[in-house]
């Protein structure tokens, strides 16, 4: 029988390393003892101007209308809410941006200064060589017209507009 296993302790012991769910607190710098699964999600997209650039799994259109249920019905309509959402999002809505530092014991610390903050467009153009991540076809001055077009009070206004339309013709249409 012993010629089937061995007595000896494996060199990673599988019961202590941390479940994929398990919550890290801190990222280092050194490479990990033990493989990391690949993250799902959508590699080397570049950023478009027709979709939300905070947004994954529609947590942003969700958080500007609400949790309940939508009836299907509605669908195009939402969809054209979001083609109002979607400019304030990427040219109007601040969004902070982190400064990543090294503490003593080699982990990343993420802070979010005040100074850091920037729309997702700003955010764009301020990296370098920021046009290679554009669309075929689209350069930054067909976005900087977008993006004057108006001020970040007239899109909050327009967007609220566009909100209350939408919920209008869903709670007349529920009523009825």
């Known amino acids: 029988m012993a010629d089937y296993y061995t007595h000896e302790k494996p060199a990673i012991e599988h019961h202590r390393l ?3 769910f398990a919550r890290r607190t801190g990222r280092r ?38 949790y309940s249920h939508i009836p299907e019905q509605f669908a195009t309509q939402v969809n054209v809410f979001t083609q109002v959402l979607t400019p304030y999002i990427n040219f109007h809505r601040p969004c902070f941006f982190p400064e990543v530092t090294l503490d003593d014991k080699g982990r990343q610390r993420r802070r979010y200064p005040y100074q850091a903050m920037n729309t997702p467009y700003e955010k764009l153009k ?5 046009a290679r991540h554009l669309r075929p076809g689209i350069t930054f001055q067909q976005l900087d017209q977008e993006a004057l077009a108006m001020t970040d009070s007239q899109a909050a206004e327009r967007l609220n507009q566009a909100r209350k ?12």
Do not use: M, W, Y
């Open 29 to 66: 710098t050194s490479p990990p003892a033990f493989p990391l699964r690949p993250r799902r999600g959508i590699e080397g997209d570049a950023t478009g101007a027709q979709r939300p650039a905070v947004s994954k799994n529609a947590s942003v259109i969700r958080k500007h209308l609400g």
């Open 165 to 176: 339309t939408l919920f209008d013709k869903i709670f007349k249409s529920t009523a009825a």
């Open 18 to 20: 941390p479940s994929p």
């Open 126 to 130: 301020s990296l370098p060589d920021a």
